[in-house]
């Protein structure tokens, strides 16, 4: 193998170095991806030296890769072409992983086709099928719905030593030799792990784990080293022996200096952060690690052990796989800072300190309100997380600064803030609202609208239009208001007419203000085009985040007398089959559930997806936005949101039905 990095990375805290080593990594897996969607391993009688190894086609080493990807992708935000090579590699390798499956549910090593399921010959296995089902699962959580489930039961029922766990490997009869009823700490991390997706933790697992830790006893037949199987451990481990476990790593890589494989300090670094260690626990590591791909790249190095040959025992790996396990310890370790889409290292942010900094400006701000309405203000600001709060307007800034459009640093600061403040007024008033709030913040609120209106006058005298905008936004947000508080009740006599749901956008559109704002000082007027595209993107994106909000809180809102979007739709069904009024059908909550999950959620899923649809149809419209896929990550979010819903509902009924049968 030829070394591709040419360029020494001094530190893994080089932003732009590690996300060109992401990049490299994603694209050196993509480049070794088969047509079918599959990774080829290799075999080979050295640990790490593959020069002579054999090439084996397995479903194990496709299932790793996955899952490695799903972290990488879970950390990684604001990077289209990562993120857009990363899906791609998951959707086939998954597409290949469901063409190998049993009617079971279960997998086999070797992968379907292959030679050796007939020279070498092994039974389906659970640590095999188990790495399938936690990829696939944590892909996608409608590739192993219900019907997966149900098989996974009911291959943990067969194979369980005792009820709840552990389990044996493989998947043979009862009275198959004792060879084939093994119990195995990695076999069982896995499974585990699996099953923590699904929310589902063992005890008896979890105990297994235990001993094993206390006693010093990490190890498999199935992997090289205690490394390996630690990192499985740490995927889903709860317990209370991290420490131990780092300590025993920790004991591993100093046993015999300079032996551990950059592959396998991929997955130390990985499994400390698993398990909630600091930085300053994975620092040596992480330059070890980096010097490791400077000096070799993406070389094969032992992750399982494979059928042995000749009498001597053999190791498989792949290059991608190390580009895998190299990836994820990137993306775990330091996640890239935020960036606009269009993932130009030139415009990168650092995403925190600037959401810190924000947070402080507006601390000392009210800190001058002086008594307990600074300390109710400050309180307030100290709860807020949400950086698309306070990074909205830098995005679209450093967006228009690719069109030749800058705007000023300062301006743009100042209208973070203001997003901020808008932000935290509206909670507080909506909370009020909906008889949820604590009326002793209220001060706090109109403190923060006062300082939102503040900025607005100042700028106001620098950029034309500003204040206009803001009068004309609260107008609308009011009017949104108004008509929620008259027409959207239990009480009232007809159910709430939403229309084409502007009405939705309309209560949230003071998020568009930033960016607004910045279009009128980049010389857009209110009627151009881009402004126009820029405010129907907006439009539906509130839409579609309020349609998502409305689903999961349709339950609860009737409860407080409220008909939300999605309430109206259940009891739309009801009063079509039943003339009793809006009161009592919206106490009848089960009732109106069953209509939810059987009827309603599947309409739900196509209206927010209709919505996601024109924002990013009035984003491709823009030659602002368009561009640089503007959002993208938010709209990907409420996607996988909203058919989380859906999925959760299929995954019931289809576990429900496959495991009568």
């Not at 990684?76 to 499956?101: N, T, Y």
């Not at 349609?547 to 339950?555: C, G, L, S, T, V």
Request: glycine letters at 6%; a negative charge; hydrophobic letters at 40%.
């Amino acid at each position: 193998m030829s070394n591709s990095h040419a360029i020494v990375p001094t530190t893994l805290n080089d932003e732009n170095r590690h996300t060109d080593l992401l990049r490299e990594a994603i694209l050196h897996i993509k480049a070794n991806q088969e047509r079918d969607g599959s990774f080829v391993s290799l075999s080979s009688f050295f640990p790490d030296e593959f020069s002579d190894a054999i090439p084996y086609r397995t479903t194990f080493f496709t299932s790793t890769i996955l899952s490695c990807l799903n972290e990488v992708r879970a950390s990684v935000h604001g990077m289209p072409g990562i993120i857009c090579a990363i899906k791609d590699i998951q959707e086939r390798a998954s597409r290949f992983l469901l063409e190998e499956k049993s009617a079971a549910w279960s997998w086999n090593y070797w992968a379907s086709g292959a030679k050796e399921r007939e020279t070498m010959s092994y039974a389906d296995d659970l640590d095999d099928t188990f790495s399938a089902l936690a990829a696939l699962s944590k892909f996608n959580s409608g590739l192993a719905g219900g019907k997966a489930l149900a098989g996974a039961v009911k291959l943990l029922t067969e194979l369980e030593v005792q009820e709840g766990g552990p389990y044996r490997t493989w998947i043979v009869s009862k009275n198959a030799k004792a060879a084939w009823k093994d119990i195995d700490l990695a076999v069982n991390s896995n499974i585990a792990y699996f099953l923590s997706l699904a929310g589902v933790r063992l005890p008896n697992i979890c105990s297994f784990t235990d001993e094993a830790i206390q006693n010093n006893r990490i190890g498999s037949p199935y992997y090289p080293s205690a490394i390996h199987v630690a990192y499985f451990i740490s995927r889903f481990y709860e317990g209370n022996y991290k420490k131990e476990l780092a300590q025993i790593i920790a004991a591993h890589i100093k046993e015999i200096p300079g032996s551990t494989t950059l592959l396998e300090r991929a997955m130390v670094i990985s499994a400390l952060a698993n398990l909630g260690f600091s930085k300053n626990n994975i620092n040596e590591q992480a330059s070890s690690l980096l010097q490791g791909i400077e000096s070799f790249g993406w070389q094969p190095y032992a992750f399982c052990i494979d059928p042995s040959r000749e009498g001597k025992t053999c190791y498989a790996g792949a290059s991608a796989l190390t580009a895998a396990f190299c990836a994820e310890a990137i993306a775990k370790y330091e996640v890239p800072a935020e960036r606009t889409q269009g993932d130009s290292a030139s415009h990168s942010f650092n995403a925190a300190e600037i959401h810190k900094r924000i947070l402080g400006l507006a601390q000392n701000k009210c800190s001058k309100a002086g008594g307990e309405l600074a300390d109710a203000a400050q309180n307030e600001i100290g709860k807020t997380t949400d950086r698309r709060i306070t990074l909205l307007a830098y995005h679209f800034g450093i967006m228009l600064e690719k069109q030749g459009k800058k705007i000023s640093p300062d301006t743009i600061e100042q209208l973070s803030l203001a997003n901020l403040y808008g932000w935290m007024a509206y909670r507080i008033y909506d909370d009020l609202e909906d008889n949820e709030g604590n009326a002793s913040i209220l001060p706090a609120a109109n403190l923060f609208l006062r300082a939102l209106c503040g900025i607005y006058r100042r700028l106001d005298e620098k950029i034309s239009g500003s204040w206009r905008l803001l009068e004309s936004t609260m107008d609308r947000v009011d009017n949104a208001n108004a008509w929620e508080q008259e027409y959207c009740r239990t009480d009232s006599a007809v159910l709430p007419a939403f229309g084409d749901y502007a009405n939705l956008a309309e209560r949230s559109i003071g998020h568009a203000m930033g960016p607004l704002t910045e279009l009128l000082a980049a010389g857009y007027a209110p009627d151009s085009e881009e402004y126009a595209a820029t405010e129907t993107f907006f439009r539906h994106y509130l839409i579609a985040r309020q349609m998502n909000d409305d689903a999961h809180d349709w339950e609860r809102d009737l409860a407080r007398g409220r008909v939300n979007s999605i309430a109206t739709l259940v009891l739309q069904l009801k009063i079509q089959n039943d003339a009793t009024n809006i009161t009592q059908l919206a106490a009848d909550i089960p009732s109106l559930r069953q209509t939810f999950w059987t009827k309603t959620i599947g309409t739900t899923v196509m209206m927010v997806h209709a919505q996601l649809a024109a924002a990013r149809a009035a984003r491709e419209n823009s030659h602002l936005l368009g561009g640089a896929l503007f959002m993208e990550d938010e709209l990907g979010r409420l996607e996988r949101a909203i058919e989380r819903a859906r999925d959760e509902r299929n995954a019931a009924m289809e576990f429900i039905g496959a495991y009568k049968r």
